[in-house]
């Protein structure tokens, strides 16, 4: 029984934000771990440098002045994928302006492509990047932080996004 639209979205949603928290509870300031030995392990830090996956994309070489800014995230400076359109915005409690879960659709580009933007742009806008892997990433500035996921579904592309308060700084 194929699963309807509405349904793959809510799964979909709930999957993002399980994903958020576990970000979340990764992202200490102690993230280096200590096996017991004194040495820590080679996890980069946010003082080293974000944590990017061999497997990622590289950033997109991006003008800040050409990008366009979502319209309910226009405080935080989050850009819009070129072509894509908001499908669904749900707002959660934050202390950042409309804080929430985004979902951008009608974009023609694959996983990585969406990656490479993002970095590339949340970069130019001033976004410093956390983690960084083949479908997902995370940034924060001085006042949000950013999750942004990538699943293609039959030939179709749907970016996730969920702004929250800057986690670095709670």
Same mark, same amino acid.
């Given at each position: 029984m194929p699963l309807d639209y509405r349904n793959s979205r809510r799964f979909l949603l709930v999957f993002v934000v399980l994903l958020l928290a576990a970000v979340a509870a990764c992202s200490d300031e102690n993230s280096a771990a200590d096996d017991g030995s004194g040495n820590a392990d080679d996890t980069e830090t946010i003082e080293n440098g974000p944590d990017v996956d061999e497997q990622a994309p590289d950033p997109?070489?991006?003008?800040?002045?050409?990008?366009? #800014? #979502?319209?309910?995230?226009?405080?935080?400076?989050?850009?819009?994928?070129?072509?894509?359109?908001?499908?669904?915005?749900?707002?959660?409690?934050?202390?950042?302006?409309?804080?929430?879960?985004?979902?951008?659709?009608?974009?023609?580009?694959?996983?990585?492509?969406? #990656?490479?933007f993002y970095r590339g742009a949340l970069t130019a806008l001033g976004w410093e990047e956390r983690r960084v892997g083949e479908r997902e990433m995370t940034a924060q500035n001085d006042i949000a932080s950013l999750l942004v996921t990538v699943s293609v579904y039959d030939d179709q592309t749907l970016i996730m996004m969920i702004l929250t308060d800057n986690l670095g700084n709670s």
């Open positions: 997109e070489q991006v003008d800040a002045d050409d990008l366009e #800014i #979502i319209d309910e995230w226009q405080e935080a400076g989050v850009p819009r994928f070129r072509g894509g359109e908001v499908l669904d915005f749900e707002p959660h409690a934050s202390r950042v302006e409309n804080g929430g879960t985004l979902l951008v659709d009608g974009v023609n580009a694959s996983a990585d492509e969406v #990656i490479a």
